[in-house]
């Protein structure tokens, strides 16, 4: 087992009709002031969004909202948020969303505490040296920013999309309740529950040189969501369904999943989805689905990681016979044919990109260089996957 | 699955040559005077405190040390310690030791805040509302302590063991480096590896009621230890070895085993092994050796818990065929073999105990009263499992 430290201060509060539960939290730390950030319509047609803000109010907190966060969330929408933020004060932010919202909220936090501009921070111009805290409600489960440290931003001017982490942008409080997710489009909840699945497998997918333990805790997690995944349609208010997905995507990206290894995963396919996400404002799990399995299929015919690709096959997918006994070309075709079977595109004709729009991709993507470990990746090496992605 | 809430707050440094990492985190939580807290001399025949008070004095950290904690914790050592804590106006508790050493720091770090007698804390007779900070190094993995809000303390002028619990004991940073471990005795490794399968196992036997993904975690875990403690005696210095069972006992009882379910497991076997601690002194992981099979027996015995105890055979003990198709009793004998199969006792009559005894180990257990979800314990039903320990 790799050396690794391991970090989660975030108190998730996990189950049905617990959100009134993190007014105390606020209480507790003294808050009187809170920015809350919101995205599309759902948490006001809910009703979610009256609920808290009467929560609040009998509480005598203070707020201000700023609606609108996009998925892959916009650079100029932070800044509007961070001025807000600043107008009235906030001692925090209030997150009322999915992973986008989340990211969000923590670029605001880093920038309404340090006064620099959220760009700056991303491409580390300025240092992160302070954030507000973070107390934040989930309405969509997938990307685990409700109590991870990273966040994603798109820079709408240069369509850049860039990670950022930083652990004082870990939530101090989340609430995690899955029937408010039920209002969610199905098909969202499969991308995002699409997106939670490929933490694990990024993680998994780097080698099998860590300890047993870890490559068993990572396959029952990754079964739980495909599982979960499949069984969605015929689920949408189903709680034991909802809840094991949403309880799986907590885990996730929570870093639990890569401890004992070398390298903490692979996350080239995040990094090339990334781009595709900057450009073409495809949906982050739809991204992972088309180039996931076509990554997979590069690093194969490089020769590498069949063992994993096979036991990745016979433990998590279930393939139980493959043609020359080649199980891990049978559990990458497995695994297309499971992104298939969610209604999910496995390439990139599928959402329009041409050809010709490959090298724009590659380059955009071989900005955040360096990343991958099974193939250390560069412009080659992404060009290769994005052509297999094709 | 049922409503949870999860906290694990403490930063976890895992691995081989990491105890200097220890060292900046003080520094960056402006510490400058720590109480050090350890055990046995094995710290010191290692050389493991002469390297500790050496980066102490090197970074400018003032420091006293109380020595001599004992397994089953004493409260005049703790007060002892108190009263050291307060001489030098500690701002931070550094245990260097196991579970014992640990829980006692706890212990100090509440006492010594809040300027009560730390047996007032644990009897609920004062409110613990302040604790000082607990950065520590483990040398020997079992109870979780390094991570948990939990801690148990021996009175003893009463003979009383009691269990005490608040967020704000859980330690801030915890290095958990496996290889310091070499130099325990494989029959302490063993107890106290027991141990954390027995933290995992409280919270698997409440029952089969939560989240298919939650039993196979346990399971996971459950696996690796019980293959740590078969492996142990021709592994003493094998890192793979011991850094899965090191790791597996810090995530066993973190909380993470017992979130979705209604009762977060079931600790009968902890009271009434607490109570034989108390009173014997036979080491925590051989009490529980001893009565946890025969809490199972004697829940069998009842009617309950067949299919827990069936599916714990078949998916954790490995067991393929039964008597009568009873895998339930299959897996409670497999669990008893396997105990022995360590070299530990399985009664308590092994341990010294006399029948006679009984009534009284019952009355002290029953001081803790309630406790148990699978049997709501009473005197009658503690006496009955010690009876079957017999």
Chains 1, 2 share one sequence.
Not at 124 to 142: C, E, F, M, N, V
Not at 150 to 157: F, L, Q
Not at 196 to 214: Q, R
Not at 272 to 286: E, M, R, S, Y
Request: aromatic share 8%; net charge neutral.
């Amino acid at each position: 087992m790799h050396n690794f430290s391991f970090y989660s201060p975030t108190k998730i509060i996990f189950g049905q009709d617990t959100v009134s539960k993190l007014i105390p939290e606020l209480g507790n730390a003294a808050i009187s002031r809170v920015l809350l950030l919101t995205g599309g319509k759902s948490v006001y047609t809910s009703g979610l969004y009256d609920k808290v803000v009467g929560l609040l109010d009998q509480a005598g907190i203070k707020h201000e909202t700023v609606s609108g966060v996009q998925p892959n969330p916009r650079l100029s929408k932070v800044r509007e948020a961070v001025a807000t933020a600043k107008g009235i004060q906030a001692q925090a932010i209030l997150p009322i969303g999915g992973g986008s919202v989340f990211d969000s909220s923590k670029a605001v936090a880093a920038s309404a505490a340090t006064g620099h501009d959220i760009w700056d921070i991303v491409t580390r111009k300025r240092a992160l040296t302070a954030a507000l805290p973070i107390y934040g409600i989930l309405t969509l489960s997938g990307t685990s920013s409700e109590l991870n440290n990273t966040g994603v931003i798109n820079n709408d001017e240069t369509q850049e999309k860039f990670p950022f982490a930083n652990d004082l942008l870990i939530p101090r409080v989340a609430v995690v309740d899955p029937a408010l997710q039920y209002s969610v489009p199905v098909n969202q909840v499969c991308y995002s529950g699409f997106d939670a699945l490929s933490h694990v497998l990024e993680a998994y997918f780097e080698s099998l040189d860590t300890s047993e333990v870890i490559l068993e805790h990572c396959e029952a997690y990754a079964k739980a969501i495909i599982r979960s995944l499949r069984a969605l349609p015929g689920a949408k208010e189903d709680y034991a369904v909802r809840s094991e997905l949403a309880f799986c995507s907590v885990y996730a990206h929570s870093g639990w999943a890569s401890v004992g290894r070398a390298k903490r995963g692979d996350f080239s396919s995040h990094r090339i989805g990334h781009a595709l996400g900057g450009i073409f404002d495809v949906p982050h799990g739809v991204t992972l689905g088309i180039v996931m399995p076509n990554w997979m299929q590069y690093v194969y015919d490089k020769g590498l990681s069949r063992d994993v690709f096979a036991r990745f096959a016979t433990h998590i997918l279930g393939v139980k016979e493959a043609p020359d006994n080649d199980f891990a070309l049978a559990g990458i075709k497995a695994f297309k044919d499971f992104v298939r079977s969610l209604g999910m595109p496995v390439s990139l004709r599928e959402v329009g990109v041409k050809e010709a729009d490959i090298p724009k991709l590659a380059e955009n993507a071989a900005r955040t260089l360096p990343f991958g470990c099974v193939i250390s990746m560069d412009l080659e090496n992404i060009t290769g996957v994005l052509k297999q992605s094709f």
